[in-house]
């Protein structure tokens, strides 16, 4: 056992370190060396010669992780967490063999630099894993939520303010007793999964700061749950804010701006007790006199917008706007040039290909800028920037040029996420196929009658708009007219709009997305317009979502929802243990 620990000695920053601490510096004779049980930070079982416990939380250790800790049969806490700012940490990766150790109870790795992959932790026995504030990078595996005899007494899972990736597995429904669930500050994309709703002893959610899309599945909020703090804010989450939340009466925290709602927030929400340690419980508005609706707690309205997004909030400037709850910074700009020329910027205009690149000469009309084509009344309704060398996020604020039906920016170098912006332009043709677009299709393009060829015979699919991820075709989408299907590519490819599987590079997306694209969806009756196709697509939206949450749950649920109800209250461990490591900032919103 001795051998194995002086492996976490590692060169001269190891030997001073080792030279500080009871055990750790290898002894000259044998008449000087200490029982390993008595090591600093390490401690064993009653029978004095199996190690239990290694816990070096702020000892300063500079290392990697050694391999051979996995020779560690009995090992139970493991922390190794690094709480000292700028100081020396784990390096390199989380070994295989350690997370195959089948008595781990408790892994703390946080606040270091470690690299890699989240690696399947094997032990049922796991009830805490915080691997928080590292460089981990790539998909969590499906595997990760089962390990090898399933996870059914975790209690605390903190992957926050990593770069991972991917979509957040309907599989996590698995971890029947989770009570904390912070997996904020990431790269996560797609959307929400239902089984969370399933999870009834679950208290604290943190996605924010994500890249998650598409609305609130019918079950994701479930009356029962023991929800206290739920952090959503800062995605690209859609639709309306659910009044189920409003009949959960322990939750205190709920946090849903800097996202793409609509509507109003629901007014069992609007109460004094809810967001109370962040926002003021002064709700006094100078400009009126009047004190404002507690609603404001949870998001600045829409056409108002403020710092935080929630209050306190201001109106939009002139020529500004928001359709949006809780809009934060600034407004979006309702005069097409402005929106332009921040599309101009978005994209990277100065190394534009293409000829006469004339977006920047203030003396004309932006109705004569290339690859822009106005109606008779001035407005913008063509947008055809093709082969056109543009770098960056995709520019959803395109959305806003209120007149705008044909988008082609196709074959160029787009990257981020299509958003619910998207909505708001009457755009009947949209290609974006050939650039390196990541996650979903929002719903409302799938649901838009009319664009490229959905609603056509009351038919829609997502895939109409573009491939999804993971598959290809010729036009980078399919179409009906000219019978071309996106085909599933065997590499991996995890971009939209794809065009040939070949075409995929791994560096240029990250790892793969999930994609849900509902099933083709065919209304019985004739499609009269847009708004009435739009409502019937919406109503089989909501079906397909209830159809797909029953689906989910019996694939990844598997027996979850038979289980009896002792089960879930078997376990009463007091969940501010758990999060006793970590120190609060209510200013910015973030576990510190």
Known sequence: NEEILLKLIQGDAGAQWASTHIGWKVPQSAELAVNVCDWDGVDCDHSGTRITIIQLTESGLAATIP??????????????????????????????????????????????????????????????????????????????YYGSKGHGYLLCLDLSKNSLTGTISEAIGQLQKLETMSLSDNQFSGTLPASI?????????????????????????????QLSEVWFQSNLLSGTVPIAFGQMDKLRNLYIDDNKFTGTVPKELCTDLINIDF?????????????VSTCVRLACPENTFSTEGLWPCGPCPDESSSPYLGTQGECYSSDQRTLLNKFYEITNGASWNIPNNNWMDASIDECTFTGISCNTNGHVT?????????????????GFLEHLNYVDLSDNFLTGYLSADLQWAPIDHFDISGNKIRGAIPPWLCL?????????????RCSLVACPAGTASPIGRESITENIKCQPCSNGANIVGLKDCKDYNPEDA???????????????????????????????????????????????????????????????????????????????????
Not at 74 to 87: K, Q, V
Not at 126 to 131: F, Y
Not at 279 to 291: F, I, Q, R, W
Not at 386 to 398: D, E, R
Request: glycine share 8%; aromatic share 8%; charged share 15%.
């Open 67 to 144: 391999s051979e800790l996995g020779q560690l049969p009995y090992l139970e806490r493991l922390h190794l967490d690094n709480l000292i700012p700028d100081g020396a940490g784990l390096t390199g990766t989380i070994p295989s063999e350690l997370a195959s150790l089948t008595n781990l109870v408790d892994v703390n790795l946080a606040f270091n630099s470690l690299t890699g992959t989240v690696p399947t932790f094997v032990s049922a026995k796991l009830q805490t894993l915080n691997l928080s504030t590292n460089s981990l990078a790539g998909p969590v595996p499906t595997e990760f």
């Open 448 to 460: 838009t009658s009319g664009l490229n060829e959905n609603g056509d015979k009351g038919h829609f």
């Open 279 to 291: 926002v003021d419980a002064d709700l006094y508005d100078p400009s009126t006199g009047k004190n």
């Open 382 to 398: 063509k947008l055809s920037l093709p082969k056109a060398n543009l770098q960056g996020p995709f520019p959803n604020i395109i």
């Open 197 to 225: 709703g399933v999870l009834r002893d679950l208290r604290y959610v943190y996605l924010n700061n994500n890249h998650l899309q598409g609305t609130f599945p019918t079950d994701f909020v479930n009356p029962d749950a």
């Open 510 to 592: 990250g790892s793969y997305y999930y994609y849900y694209d509902a099933p083709e969806m065919t209304s019985t009756s004739s499609t009269s317009g847009s708004n009435a196709s739009r409502t019937a697509g919406i109503i089989i939206l909501v079906f397909s979502i209830v159809g797909f949450v029953i689906v989910a749950a019996l694939i990844y649920a598997r027996n979850l929802k038979a289980k009896k109800e002792d089960e879930h209250e078997a376990l009463k461990s007091n969940i501010s243990s758990m999060r006793s490591g970590s120190s609060w900032s209510l200013t910015n919103r973030e576990v510190i």
